[in-house]
């Protein structure tokens, strides 16, 4: 698996020199099952908070979406998960990534090891982030090192359950906290005690009271909620998620049938669907319905040339993924199965 795995790093931005600004990568590990416009939302308060409030210049964020042995309902398999995250930040951002190394791991990772991971890729084989230095003398340009900083990303209700005892490993606290940091996004349903952090309180020998400092609070001022539980929901009941995820997140669940409970549901996947607009068929739910009831709908309509685009994506994507009957991936059984994941690994994307 990992034979032909290359870190991404196309989007990296450089820093220009001289400067006293610390390089920043911003990682959200996740089920993103799927991802929504919330995920990537999160990166954006993150950036803007770096920017205004601190002494970090963000040069890159990455999703690094969980592996299959997070036993968790409602996952779809890792190739696919990796491919809606692909598509989602290749057609909204500028600078977000996605690393498929965690996902393509025999088994799930403490998100400590992950992020050890990140700090390999950028520090030890990168020689960390770009600096431009040009010659105030002779108008040359050169290029100097200056060591990543990097920092886990998540929602609010990270936080709290690293203040419940038994919930992470105490060892992976000062790891994660006292290395590397995190940003956390407030939650618009998390109501934060703050006594939590306080060196004054019980907590005082807590790692969120030892690295207050490493610890960056953000609070939406525009509130969402959204959630990949509740788009799971609206595509079970045939609803709209339109507008709660990329398009192409949508076209890509349509295309791979994911997500859906029941069997009577009908995607178009050939070459020959209509150009103009990629339809499906949905059961009639209502009470009393017949499950050969069906009411027909048009997902958005494309022009000619997006169509081909689109065609032309779906046949690459179809090269990695094969089709996906069922919603969720099968969840091994007791002999072989991993604990189940506690809070810790669950952490991160707010509504994963």
């Not at 951002?93 to 998100?111: F, G, I, K, N």
């Not at 499906?280 to 169509?307: H, I, K, Q, W």
Request: aromatic share 8%; proline share 6%.
């Amino acid at each position: 698996m990992e034979g032909d795995y290359v870190f991404p790093t196309h989007r990296l931005t450089s820093l220009q020199g001289p400067t006293t600004k610390t390089p920043l990568v911003l990682v959200a590990c996740g089920s993103y099952s799927p991802v929504t416009f919330l995920h990537l939302r999160l990166f954006e308060m993150a950036r803007d908070d770096a920017t205004f409030n601190t002494d970090f210049q963000v040069v890159g964020g990455y999703l690094s979406p969980v592996n299959d042995r997070y036993a968790k309902p409602g996952l779809a398999s890792a190739c696919h998960r990796v491919s809606m995250c692909d598509a989602a930040v290749t057609d909204t951002s500028e600078w977000l990534m996605v690393d498929p190394w965690e996902a393509r791991q025999p088994d799930y990772l403490p998100t400590a090891q992950v992020l050890d991971h990140f700090d390999h890729e950028l520090n030890t084989v990168r020689g960390g982030a770009d600096v431009v230095v040009t010659d105030p003398q002779t108008g040359e340009t050169r290029i100097e090192k200056k060591r990543v900083r990097i920092m886990l990303l998540a929602g609010s209700d990270l936080i709290l359950t690293m203040s419940e005892p038994g919930v992470w490993a105490e060892k992976d606290l000062h790891h994660i906290l006292g290395i590397y940091g995190c940003y956390i996004i407030e939650r618009a349903e998390s109501e934060l005690d703050q006594t939590i952090f306080s060196s004054s309180s019980v907590h005082s020998r807590s790692p969120l009271a030892l690295y207050r400092h490493n610890i960056h609070m953000v609070d939406q001022l525009v509130r969402n909620d959204v959630s990949s539980t509740k788009v799971r929901m609206f595509i079970r009941k045939g609803m709209s998620v339109k507008y709660l995820i990329p398009t192409v997140v949508i076209r890509y669940i349509n295309r791979h049938g994911l997500f859906i409970s029941f069997p009577s549901i009908h995607f178009a996947r050939s070459d020959i669907d209509r150009p103009l607009f990629r339809r499906y068929r949905t059961a009639d739910r209502r009470p009393g319905s017949s499950a050969s009831s069906f009411s027909e709908r048009e997902s958005l309509p494309l022009d000619v040339e997006e169509a081909e685009r689109e065609r032309e994506k779906e046949r690459k994507e179809d090269r990695g993924c094969g089709d996906q009957s069922s919603s969720t991936t099968p969840i091994a059984s007791a002999s072989t199965a991993p604990p189940p994941p506690s809070a810790q690994e669950d952490v991160a994307m707010t509504g994963a």
